[in-house]
């Protein structure tokens, strides 16, 4: 077997930067932060290529399946003699596959930052966030047991929080980071109880036992039961929530629009190409487990996915900030891989849908950080994040505008792009496992054609508006990434993935299904038509269409009023009634009661005190009464 | 002398050099020379007792000192550490030195102030080297007593007040504990034995069960009230409101970690069976405590209100912890006073700090102050994520440690409430978000902090001492949890025997 | 004998009740002077018990007359400390009623 | 008979005179009255014929004591002066309290047998009184007699510095 112990340099490296830049930053001209963690992670995407191409193309499948090996692996912290927390890097198909995803685009987006971020108050912090994100979402991909995933999940947490609240003295930059780590958190909380459970019944954390065919997860008896489902399903119920919060999933999904109050490159890094898909990542990981013990689980995990897609393409259509169009637009790929996952079995080509899930993980990854890289150039120029603002920026712009292009075409599924190849592996696997999730997924497709050529037609045709100054180009260290991505766009889907990244392991051979790929093209142009007649040139069609579903319309573009919701929740319930109640009842009953019983000592004592008044013949009273009163009692009462 | 006894020795030592200092300057270097002695003979017993194990040494205590100084009462002076000891006193060196670096510039009657603070420290070091229950109890009081004083007099608000409520229902704990400590000494030896304080006789001895089933309640209580258990934490949020930085820091980050140990030390140690049988009681109101302060922190506004709730939250923890009686729970529990002990030094240090500029601790009246106190805005927020459990950070080491361990139960009820616990983290988030949100993050509220200062030496040198520390335990927890693991093996081993 | 027809109990009879008369003077008096003849009319009361006592039970012996000499001596005493501190009390309060003089209370 | 007659005198006056003293509202007066009664109890012991301890009564409660009250009383209050009655409530109090002592003392002082010793009678004479104060033997009082007169003495400095400490230090103020 190959030495990967290499591979620990992959994240190591960013954590380096970060310490570097975090520590010493400050002393620095802050390009030269820029230009150190654009290199560290040069170096580690180098890393990440070679270990890709050792561990596919070199050493290949050994014995028809791709091993799961343990490069490094080292005791951090002993719960008890079977449950350790261990650090280490787990090398597997879909680790290798995230490694490359992750500093492909990671590095993008260093670069590109380069541009984007020049002359920003903190530029710095900006690269010392990206390169900890960086290390934390390697960390996340490489882990290989549950806890040190979870470890990295928080870290990611965290990282997310800080780039959102860059610039936080924007209160909305700080509301939405908040926001982001409470639901998160929430969600995650949900992850936390799932670990417990789980490893409460199989005694390990660590994946390679929990995945293992003959592991205790899958050869254990259901065991006790609760409402119907074993532990083991409602432990992986419980993960999937965790995963559900960090990819965005209905009802979980409120943060990631608001996230995208972060500055546009650590939306096209973390909100679109890597951190929201570790939900994804999560269940692939523990796939086995999911498709053979606990089935439920799956439907779940797909049930949510396939509406969370349909939900976020539905919201998507009627945004305004073309950022946000983008966020539903990825909380609706997310869905869709989500699904996939949720439709697939395990092994062989039953499992399609895992593989196609991994495989627009990576297509989705490279088009929609391509998308939101060129949402920045474009934000740039115009110094706004709303089509209102915007029109007839093909001119202008003219790379933004055939990158932006070729990532919407990808996006919407047209061949030979990328995006056609894993969007037609998915519904081809939900059409044979699930026909309802092939009918939204199907649905989802003709929105998503329809949303996103809507957003292209409006911000690249149409009239020009009002600019302040003239749109020009982006520099080209922000063109560059945008070009890069964009081939990436292209290209990606000629992947051979069913030879790569398997359910099992095991390469199998995937083939076009014609009666999957034709109608979904199909719907993807009548969305683009339709968008086409709406957009291209001002027309009265989309207020009037507006007008007649306006119920629906409106509901779409407040997003439902699920904010609303939360914020009732959140404020209304457990501020009014969990929390004030408590402080009140603090202070007021259990203080209060402690209070009393000092009340009522000084109060006693104070009574007692009156008895000694200095009057001597009250003392005598007192003094000839008792005398009598005892007499009486002892003399004549008690002897007798 | 032996060398634990230095731990005594050189707080008194130091509190006499300061009796001949002649003004604030002269007293603060003679403080932080003795602190920093304390702090280097603190990592030489790490260094010693890593050592010891190293090389074989197995014994339960290591460092062991033995004199009678009672002799009609049996009571002694025994000193001895095992793991779980040396690390609460590391914690505390760790925790006094960073207090005495962050009171660098009190002015009001300065000699006495650090008089009284070392005062306090060296009981508590007393009570941690301490193997006979007397002694243990002789220290507990030096350690609780001078609260009195401080509060009272360097306070703020109404400190008479909280410092009388303090330390009225701390001597209301010890009252317990006393009665509790007669009862155990009492049964401490079969009938015609000579009676003992010593811990390890008494364990060894064992106390027969109807005794242990009045008296464990006692001292758990009773020691439980010093570790904020609902509903007898109210102490804390007054008391800590009203203390100065450095009171606040060594009380909630040291003193409130004697009512963990000593609920841990005596009441579960020697009375196993009683603790078993009554620890469902307790668990209740532990997870209470949980949630209960985790939810009470959310809609303060005072810095040291937030603050001290979510000791109750953190602290109930520690209880919880110790009641669930397994190996892991109760490394979580230590694992958890040592982490809280450091982040909520770090917390109240800085809130000081920061009071010390705004003259205000009320959240709505700050803002933005991230921009104008980067230094002091980056810890604060390195302390909240601490206390949020974020990996990397001490908090996350204890409290996975403490869900893992106390889910390891059977029983369905202590699954069930360690579910209901592990909701805090969530509510956690929650506060110290709103709080980060409020104070350092958004537009800066009052213009007058436009001119605030950052952070000067003495206080980055002690805030720095405590990130550092909680960063050590976060990042390499394996070396501190596995010497606690192996002190308290035989302890759990006693227990399940006990069983 | 002088004393022929008259039991023992009128002698108690009548001492009981100046006792008691004394203590009723003794609690309502304000005075401290008129206070401290409420005391000697108790003390003489205790004297006439003594003496009637060792008269008709013990007359072989003299024990209740010396309890009544000593008495008498320590009552002399008592008023000259007495009035002494009564007029004391009346330089410093210029009164000497009871309910006055309470300055020791707490 | 005479001795009843001259038994009941003397109660009457003693108990009237009792009264009179604890209830009147001059003071002077009351020290008067309570020199009646002092005199009448003297008669008491004289009925009882313990003549030298009559003599004592005479001299130091009569003579002494109540001419110090006297004194005392002319130095501290007026002659017109009449001391304030009592409250209802103190007053009816007090007389509770003592009439039901009185009447429990009384019960049981009646129901108790006494038997009168019939002894050959040692003779209170000065003689005998003399000799057994200042003997040491069985019966002797020597140690009471030394220590009443250290008393005395106690009494005698205690009350000359009580009296006089005040009256240097309102000097030396």
Known sequence: MTNYSYTLFIPLIPLAMFLLIGLTGHK????????????????????????????FFIEGAVDGTYPMIKAVSTVWLRFTDTLHIDLGVLIDPISVMMLVVITTVSLMVHLYSLGYMKGERGFARFYAFLSLFSFSMLGLVLATNIFQMYIFWELVGVSSFLLIGFYYEKPSAVAASKKAFIVTRFADLGFLIGILMLSFTTDTFDFK?????????????????????????????FIFIGGAGKSAMFPLHIWLPDAMEGPTPVSALIHAATMVVAGVYLVARLFPAYAIAAPDALHVVGYV????????????????????????????????????????????????????????????????????LGAGAIIHAVHSNNMTDMGGLRKYMPITHITFLIACLTIAGIPPLSGFWSKDEILAAALHH???????????????????????????????????????????????????????????????????????????????????????????????TFATIMYKKPSTIPDRLAGSIKGLYKASLNKFWFDEIYLFVTKRVIFAYISRPIAW??????????????????????????????QLQQYAMVFVSSVVILVLLFVYLISK | MDILSWFVAIPVLTVMAILFAKDLKQTRIISAIGMSAQLGLTTWLVYAYLAERAAGNAAAWLFKYDVTWFTSLNIHYTVGVDGISVAMIALTSVVIFAGVFASWRTDYLPREFFISLILLSSGVFGFFISLDLFTMFLFYEIAVIPMYLLIGIWGTGPKEYSAMKLTLMLMGGSALIMVGLLGVYFNSAPAGQQLTFNLNEIAANGIPVVAQQFFFPMLFLGFGVLGALFPFHTWSPDGHASAPTAVSMLHAGVLMKLGGYGAFRVAIYLMPEAAQDQAWIFIILTSVSVVYGAFGAVVQKDLKYINAYSSVSHCGLVLFAILMMNQTALNGAILQMISHGLMTALFFALIGMIYGRTHTRMINE??????????????????????????????????????????????LFHRFVTIMATTSIVVTAVYILRVVGVLLFGPIRDEHHLHLTDATWWERLSTVTLITA????????LWLSDMINFSLRPIVERIVAAL | MMTEGIPLEYFLIVSTLMFFIGIFGFLTRKNLITMLMSIELILNSVNINFVAFNSYLYPHQMQGQFYSLIIIAVAAAEAAVAIAIIINIYRNFRSIETDKVDEMKY | MNNQVMFFLLSAIILIFSVLTVTTRRVLRAAVYLLFVLVA??????????????????????????VLIIFSILLTSHISERAPRASAAKAALSALATVAGAILVLLTVLQFNFTPARLEKVEPTVTNVGRALVSYKEYGYALPFEAISILLLAAMIGAIVVAKKESNQEKQK
């Open chain 1, 28 to 55: 620095f001209k802050p390009i030269v932060s820029g230009y150190a963690g654009t290199l560290g992670l040069t170096v580690a995407a180098f890393l990440s290529y070679i270990t890709a191409i050792r561990y």
């Open chain 1, 209 to 237: 036992t929990l995945t293992s065919l003959d592991g205790p997860i899958i050869t254990s008896t259901a065991g006790a039961s609760f409402m119907g489902l074993s532990v083991i399903t409602w432990s992986l119920i």
């Open chain 1, 305 to 372: 996915g396939g509406f969370t897609s349909l939900f976020a393409a539905v919201i998507a259509i009627t945004q305004i900030d073309i950022k946000r169009v983008l966020a539903f637009s990825t909380m609706s790929q997310i869905g869709y891989m989500m699904m996939s996952l949720g439709v697939s079995g395990y092994g062989d080509h039953e499992g399609l849908g895992y593989m196609a899930s991994m495989f627009h993980l990576f297509t989705h990854a490279m088009f929609k950080a391509l998308l939101f």
């Open chain 1, 434 to 528: 699930n026909p309802i999730l092939f009918g939204i997924g199907f649905g989802v497709a003709g929105l998503t054609a329809f949303y996103m050529f809507r957003l292209y037609y409006n911000i690249f045709w149409g009239t020009d508006r009002h600019y302040h100054h003239t749109p020009h180009e982006a520099p080209a260290i922000m063109t560059f990434p945008l070009l890069f991505l964009a081939v990436a766009s292209v290209f990606s889907g000629f992947l051979p993935f069913s030879h790569m990244v398997t359910s099992d392991g095991k390469p199998f051979e995937a083939h076009t299904d014609m009666l999957v790929a034709i109608p979904s093209v199909v719907i993807a142009l009548i969305g683009i």
């Open chain 1, 585 to 614: 009842f603090d202070r007021h009953v259990v203080d209060a009661t402690m209070n009393l019983v000092g009340w009522t000592v000084t109060t006693a004592s104070n009574k007692i005190k009156g008895l000694q008044s200095g």
């Open chain 2, 366 to 411: 700050m803002g933005g102050l991230m921009k104008v106190l980067p230094f002091l805005g980056v810890a604060y927020v390195i302390a909240g994520l601490a206390s949020l459990g974020l990996p990397g950070l001490s908090g996350f080491v204890a409290e996975m440690t403490i869900f893992v361990g106390a889910y390891q139960h059977t029983d």
């Open chain 2, 470 to 477: 909680i960063a050590a335990v976060g990042i390499f927890p």
């Open chain 4, 41 to 66: 109890t003297a008669g008491i012991y004289f009925q009882l014929q313990y003549n030298f301890l009559a003599a004592v009564q005479l001299t130091v409660y009569a003579g002494g004591i109540v």
